[in-house]
């Protein structure tokens, strides 16, 4: 059974506000609930080119001493972790994490009967796991069953956080953002920037090929941006804006990155005066995609409009498929109203 004091416990750990306060809370009340003679954190890269061990007691404290090893120890064992959402807690998969023989040894070695893995959050950038260890024997059901209920808010207290910081990162970069300029603002997927907002669009248009609807970047820049990106988060859910150089079709530029909570990554920049275009007559579209939707407006094919502009259907397609998702419509029609509304013109079988 749970028990009340476990509630009690369970509806602070909803209330957290931070990672701190989580952690807080895991090492005190939790602990003393599941039996455990101590709660260690790990936060680490996906990479692994950062590794932190957040403790308070005589384990957490050796194994900061070893980073090396603990490092390795995440890569043989936390990565074995089922990544199904339904395992609360669980060692490596089909056993026990104490029957592993290296963990054996080690438990033997620091005078320790048991241990318990959880996996707290995973993202695309940084993680975060929990182990907690039983002194003189082996955690009994009611203490699994408590560990399991804690990690299961704690999973959804961590999701919400990062969520939060995420939304009070941009906020902040919009707040302190100078409003004469123009800001553009990309989305990075894969290894392609793709404009976001009016300001990239414009930046697109004046900067990029005139039928280039999104922009590959170099190998070397996505190198130096996972880099910074990796390096930004001060815990699995802050994550801090990146600052460096990359260039975005028009040359180097300093630009802000943020990982969202999916894994996708904001860039943000303020362009100079020179690299910003007067745009279509639409702000969300380049002059092509408005020379396309002119044409498709009055009811031409893609294959008529690539005639007409002496470009490929593809590339019509293509152009056709940002100017889907930047009105947020599925289709043509709907395209083509988006459209006409956001060039101020009339909506068709409306009539004036």
């Known amino acids: 059974m749970l028990g009340e004091s476990f509630f009690e416990a369970g509806h602070e750990l909803v209330k957290a506000s931070s990672y701190g306060q989580v952690s807080d809370l895991l090492f005190g009340r939790i602990r003393k609930l599941i039996g455990a003679a101590e709660v260690v954190l790990f936060d680490f890269a996906t990479d692994l080119s950062v590794v932190r061990v957040v403790g308070e007691g005589p384990v957490a404290e050796t194994l900061r001493q070893d980073l090396e090893g603990v490092r390795g120890w995440i890569s043989e064992h936390d990565r074995r972790f089922p990544d199904d959402s339904s395992v609360l807690c669980t060692a490596l998969t089909g056993g026990e994490l104490r029957e592993a023989p290296d963990v054996a040894e080690w438990l033997k070695q620091i005078g320790c009967s048991d241990i318990i893995g959880a996996r707290l959050i995973r993202g695309r950038f940084r993680s975060g796991s929990m182990a907690v260890i039983k002194k003189d024997s082996i955690f009994d059901t009611d203490e699994r069953e408590r560990l399991q209920a804690a990690v299961l808010v704690a999973r959804s207290v961590l999701s919400r956080l990062l969520d939060a910081n995420y939304e009070r990162s941009v906020l902040d970069r919009l707040m302190h953002s100078r409003k004469e300029t123009t800001n553009a603002v990309f989305m990075l ?27 590959a970047l170099a190998p070397e820049m996505i190198e130096a941006l996972n880099k910074a990106i990796t390096a930004s988060w001060s815990s699995p859910v802050d994550a801090q804006w990146a600052e460096l150089d990359l260039d975005l079709g028009g040359g180097l530029v300093r630009i802000g990155a943020l990982a969202r909570p999916e894994g996708n990554i904001i860039i943000y920049f303020a362009p100079p005066p020179r690299q910003i275009s007067g745009g279509g007559t639409v702000p969300m579209l380049t002059r092509r995609q408005c020379d396309i939707m002119d044409w498709i407006a009055e009811g031409k094919t893609s294959a008529e409009v690539a005639i007409i502009l002496e470009i490929s259907p593809r590339t019509v397609e293509k152009h056709l498929e940002a100017v889907f998702q930047r009105f947020g419509v599925e289709n043509r029609v709907a395209a083509v109203r988006s459209y006409l509304e956001a060039k101020g013109g009339l909506i068709p079988g409306q009539g004036a």
């Open 189 to 215: 997927r894969g290894d392609v920037v793709i404009p976001y907002n009016p300001g990239a669009v414009s930046y697109a248009d004046s900067c990029w090929e005139k039928d280039e609807v999104e922009h």
